[in-house]
């Protein structure tokens, strides 16, 4: 049995690049691709039951290279949607309520420090995260845990 092979020419010539919007080629022989050529190449590669390998043939471009321009545009688009760091917002302390507090705990010495409220809540959300902290909080333990959750 004789088995024939057919051979596939999946270069175009510099004739032929005329005829492509988003081909370019220098004098080299080099080409070149607009951006949205390539990313029309990478939506009809996404298309279901397409082959990558089939659409860089009809595109006269290696797959190698389409598979390149595929994993690049996954990405750019991971990296727009990824969620940039919560901003700190700034807190408003009721003069009152501050006020009470010092009144509370001083007695006239100048060394002495303000009691902390019991009933006091701090409620913080990071990332999805929700932590309440309740009664006294040590203000140095509290920043190291803020610290924390900044660096990731």
């Known amino acids: 049995m004789v088995s024939t092979m057919k051979m596939v020419d999946t270069k175009k010539r510099a004739g032929q690049a005329g005829s492509v919007s988003g081909v370019r080629i220098n004098r080299t022989g080099r080409r070149t691709y607009t951006l949205d050529y390539k990313r029309?190449?990478?939506?009809?590669?996404?298309?279901?039951?397409?082959?990558?390998?089939?659409?860089?043939?009809?595109?006269?471009?290696?797959?190698?290279?389409?598979?390149?321009?595929?994993v690049r545009r996954q990405r750019e688009l991971v990296a727009a949607s990824a969620k940039p760091p919560p901003a700190m917002l700034p807190v408003a302390i009721d003069a009152t309520a501050t006020a009470s507090l010092l009144e509370a705990g001083t007695d006239g010495n100048a060394s002495s420090k303000p009691k902390r409220a019991t009933a006091a809540t701090i409620e913080i959300e990071l990332y999805g995260a929700r932590i309440h902290l309740r009664g006294g909080?040590?203000?140095?333990?509290?920043?190291?845990?803020?610290?924390?959750?900044?660096?990731?």
């Open 137 to 152: 909080v040590d203000a140095d333990a509290l920043r190291s845990v803020l610290d924390v959750l900044r660096q990731r």
């Open 40 to 70: 029309d190449v990478v939506r009809q590669c996404s298309e279901p039951g397409v082959s990558v390998a089939a659409v860089a043939m009809q595109n006269g471009i290696n797959a190698n290279l389409v598979r390149r321009w595929i």
